[in-house]
């Protein structure tokens, strides 16, 4: 138990379905990520929030729309995906963001799998 | 951001062995992290080494950091099947991860 909560851990949606992802932590931090692994892929960093304000979108596809309504709570909203967008979308967060950002903290992942 | 290079990609050791994975980067550090995964589950952090620091040891986990060739590496000692996972290091504000060293201990 990490204190990183992700919902759901499996997900299987047609491209014309609209789901989203959802992530809680537990710990008090106040930067928070979304990160998508793919097979023989490094991690792909896409979105960071810290206090709530994005600092950092890695030129995401629009199909993919965060949204951060406090420091605790994180969401991937998904809809009009593609089959190559299936992967395992990790969120993290640490207690600040910055020079020294420490320790991560990851949830479990999500499993999607777009048909 | 940067992003950490590990190597080699695949390790595959007997129990009890050492194990030892290399990670390079390419500009200046405040620290240098490095992340384990069991297959298919969330990352979990294992050690973090400062740029002043040249050792760190943690358990069975030895992790060496030299700036001027930017590099470092992540010795476990005496290793188990329990220890069969993915090794990643990362570096930089926001984290950024290489694709990691898939270490395989065979009982």
């Known amino acids: 138990e990490t204190g990183v909560t992700q919902t759901p851990r499996h997900l299987v949606m047609g491209m014309t379905n609209k789901k989203s992802l959802k992530c809680e932590q537990h710990l008090g931090h106040n930067a928070m990520y979304w990160y998508k692994q793919s097979a023989k892929k490094p991690l792909e960093l896409m979105f960071v929030y810290n206090f709530k304000e994005q600092t950092e979108n890695n030129s995401v596809p629009s199909r993919f729309s965060p949204e951060c309504p406090n420091s605790s709570h994180l969401f991937l909203h998904l809809h009009t995906l593609q089959p190559e967008d299936s992967a395992l979308y990790l969120c993290?967060?640490?207690?600040?963001?910055?020079?020294?950002?420490?320790?991560?903290?990851f949830g479990e992942g999500s499993r999607l799998t777009v048909l | 951001s940067q992003q950490g290079e590990e190597d080699p990609q695949a390790l595959s050791i007997q129990e009890g062995e050492n194990a030892t994975m290399n990670c390079s980067y390419k500009t200046s550090i405040n620290n240098l992290q490095w992340y384990r995964q069991n297959s298919g589950r969330g990352l979990v952090h294992l050690i973090l080494?400062?740029?002043?620091?040249r050792e760190k040891h943690s358990g069975r986990l030895r992790v060496t950091l030299d700036t001027s060739k930017k590099s470092s590496s992540l010795l476990i000692t005496a290793s188990r099947a329990a220890d069969t996972a993915s090794y990643f290091c990362?570096?930089?504000?926001?984290?950024?991860f290489g694709k990691g060293t898939r270490l395989s201990v065979i009982a």
């Open positions: 080494i400062r740029s002043n620091e």
């Open positions: 993290a967060s640490s207690q600040r963001l910055g020079a020294n950002t420490g320790e991560l903290f």
């Open positions: 990362a570096t930089d504000t926001p984290l950024v």
